[in-house]
């Protein structure tokens, strides 16, 4: 990604990984956001797949920031029902899952949590709760994740004209 793509006003990262299941939804919504709704040119949005922490790095060495960040990607939490769409905090993403390559789940939540501390980002972070991921390559999201996209779209829209 260039560099002066990070110079946009609105930052919009799909995460994850579409191998696996409903790991996709990050790409996913990307996607049809891309193909669906007509955005500024104030607007990236851009699938990132599994290499968000080197972009934040770059983020955070970037001597020009964006207003607003907004973060998609799959959770599994306990107390969701699949394909539920809301927002977590920087501080809500679970402890368990500081260790693996997605948002939820990587060593880059300081990164995200200096961007907020240090910087005057607006940073979101939008998520819909899987319903399978599997251990094994299987490409494909479960129904509840598919119905889930354009609900997270619109939430990604309406925090965009919240600017």
Do not use: W
């Not at 934040?56 to 060495?61: N, P, R, V």
Request: proline content about 7%; some cysteine.
């Amino acid at each position: 990604m260039l560099t002066s793509a990070l110079e946009k006003p609105i930052l919009i990262f799909g995460c994850g990984n579409m191998l696996f299941g409903d790991d996709g939804f990050g790409p996913a919504v990307v996607q049809h956001l891309q193909e669906t709704y007509p955005l500024s040119e104030d607007v990236l949005v851009q699938d990132v797949g599994t290499g968000i922490r080197e972009i934040l790095f770059d983020l955070a060495l970037s001597a020009k920031k964006p207003d607003k960040l907004i973060i998609l990607d799959a959770v599994d939490y306990p107390d969701r029902a699949p394909g539920e769409v809301f927002e977590i905090s920087v501080e809500g993403i679970p402890a368990q899952k500081t260790s693996d390559f997605s948002l939820h789940q990587f060593p880059t939540v300081n990164l995200l949590k200096e961007l907020k501390e240090q910087t005057a980002i607006d940073i979101h972070i939008v998520v819909a709760q899987t319903a399978q991921v599997p251990e094994e390559v299987k490409p494909g999201l479960s129904e509840e994740i598919t119905r889930a996209i354009p609900e997270a779209c619109r939430l990604v829209l309406s925090l965009i004209d919240s600017a």
